[in-house]
């Protein structure tokens, strides 16, 4: 089993920036794919990023490439998402989540992801 907590989030002014935290429980993590996702209200849960375990495959939307960066800290148990140029379109609850195993590819679905956290809500004012 594997728990995940996020944190970070908050209230920003547009062109602001965040970095969100996700501290795993468990021994699988330096083995495992991690990703974020965001939903904002009345839509879907959407891909943000993805890291792989070795770090070596890094995959982003392409509404935040350029502006986000995923990375990962295997000796702390801790993925980040550093949130540059923030938007207020970049408004929703950012979730964390773990695959312990491969992904070869659509690593954009949900449905491919073992384990959630609870959410942490950004927020970007125009």
């Known amino acids: 089993q594997v728990q995940l907590v996020e944190s970070g989030g908050g209230l920003v002014q547009a062109g602001g920036s965040l970095r969100l935290s996700c501290a795993a429980s468990?021994?699988?993590?330096?083995?495992?794919?991690m990703a974020w996702f965001r939903q904002a209200p009345g839509k879907e849960r959407d891909f943000v990023a993805l890291?792989?375990?070795?770090?070596?495959?890094?995959y982003y939307a392409d509404s935040v490439k350029g502006r986000f960066t995923i990375s990962r800290d295997n000796a702390k148990n801790t993925v980040y998402l550093q949130m540059n140029s923030l938007k207020p379109e970049d408004t929703a609850v950012y979730y964390c989540?773990?695959?312990?195993?491969?992904?070869?590819?659509?690593?954009?679905?949900?449905?491919?992801?073992?384990?959630w956290g609870q959410g942490t809500q950004v927020t970007v004012s125009s």
């Open positions: 890291i792989s375990a070795s770090s070596s495959r890094i």
């Open positions: 989540a773990a695959r312990g195993r491969h992904i070869s590819g659509d690593y954009y679905r949900r449905d491919l992801y073992d384990y």
């Open positions: 468990g021994r699988t993590f330096s083995s495992s794919y």
